[in-house]
């Protein structure tokens, strides 16, 4: 597609239940990335895919967080027994290749729209 | 630890020109991005830096002085539209993973 897209763009839901974020990088990029935000703060790094492997899980903040991607391509992040404290704005990106530096063209993270999601 | 620091909040008037610092201490570097993000929006990519010195896109431009852990993103003949927040992000040691700043909001008055 011509950039990332992510769906829902808004997700209401209540406390305990589970909700599945999906993202679409854009085509050719092998890293994808996931972050959240919340309201006036940066950014905080959940999740890093290059091609299906997720070789860093560390920004998970627990394991009732979990994500994966399929055909190098499409990726949901799944959130099981949601809290309030869950509630922000999902960001995914997605890179030509996550590289060791020094390449803007390679590695630039292209955002998509986001997921903005309540839990009450 | 691993830190990057920019101002939360500057104030300019539209047809001035502003400089947004972002200083960084990071294990390692291996490039720095300037992003913009409006309000309610995704991050949008505006300038990368590796080496030391000025890099100039039209309106923005964006220094780095890695001996100093030191950058700024100047943004000139300001607009309405710039009214944004302005993410530094630092790519330190890792493969992938970048550092990112909280975010300078930056609020343009006529």
Not at chain 1, 32 to 59: C, H, M, T, V
Not at chain 1, 81 to 102: F, K, N, P
Not at chain 2, 61 to 74: Q, V
Request: hydrophobic share 30%; proline share 3%.
């Amino acid at each position: 597609g011509a950039g990332v897209s992510q769906s829902p763009s808004n997700k209401v839901t209540e406390k305990g239940k589970d909700v599945e974020l999906r993202c679409d990088p854009i085509s050719g990029h092998t890293a994808l990335y996931w972050y959240r935000q919340s309201l006036g703060q940066g950014l905080e790094f959940l999740i890093y895919f290059q091609g299906n492997s997720a070789p860093d899980k560390s920004g998970l903040p627990s394991d009732r967080f979990s994500a994966e991607r399929t055909g190098g391509s499409v990726s949901t992040l799944t959130i099981q027994r949601t809290q309030q404290e869950d509630s922000a704005v999902y960001l995914c990106a997605s890179s030509l290749s996550g590289g060791r530096g020094g390449s803007s063209s390679l590695e630039t993270q292209y955002f998509g729209p986001g997921t903005r999601l309540l839990v009450l | 630890g691993q830190n990057i620091d920019q101002p939360t909040e500057m104030t300019a008037t539209e047809g001035a020109i502003v400089q947004i610092n972002c200083t960084y201490q990071t294990s390692g570097f291996n490039g720095l991005f300037w992003y913009q993000q409006h309000a309610g929006e995704a991050p949008t990519f505006l300038s990368y830096n590796v080496l030391d010195g000025l890099e100039e896109k039209g309106r923005f431009s964006s220094f780095l002085s890695r001996s100093k852990g030191y950058s700024y993103l100047l943004l000139k003949e300001l607009q309405m539209k710039d009214s944004a927040s302005y993410l530094c992000a630092v790519k330190g040691d890792s493969n992938y993973q970048l550092i990112w700043g909280a975010g300078t909001k930056l609020i343009i008055k006529p």
